[in-house]
């Protein structure tokens, strides 16, 4: 079974930018399509992002389309959600997750097999 683990959170003023990875170890990372989501407080699970095992396509969600980006390096066993021109409301804890297939409504629907334990993104002055 894959383990994920992610890391790059912390504390960010607003229009600044953080680079989150997402660590595979028990399994070879390019088995698997990889997602990215994010939880606020208070707030549901909302997902924002994934990318395919296969042929490395995308999906992004509107929310943060043209300031989420999302890739990959297999070789490092690793996944990049880089965010650019973050704002107050981006603060919330941020997880990766691994399944099969990398389709949009499986991310909106949060139905990703294996979960990282997130890693906290505070963006504020």
């Known amino acids: 079974q894959v383990q994920l683990v992610e890391s790059g959170g912390g504390l960010v003023q607003p229009g600044g930018s953080l680079r989150l990875s997402c660590a595979a170890s028990g399994y070879t990372l390019d088995f698997y399509a990889i997602g990215w989501f994010r939880q606020a407080p208070g707030a549901e699970r909302e997902g924002l992002s994934c990318i395919s095992n296969s042929d490395d396509s995308t999906y992004i969600a509107d929310s943060v389309q043209g300031r989420f980006s999302i890739s990959r390096d297999n070789a490092k066993r690793v996944v990049y959600l880089q965010m650019n021109n973050l704002k107050p409301e981006d603060t919330a804890v941020y997880y990766c997750?691994?399944?099969?297939?990398?389709?949009?409504?499986?991310?909106?629907?949060?139905?990703?097999?294996?979960w990282g334990q997130g890693t906290l993104v505070t963006v504020s002055a």
């Open positions: 997750a691994a399944d099969l297939t990398c389709r949009g409504d499986y991310v909106r629907n949060l139905q990703f097999e294996h």
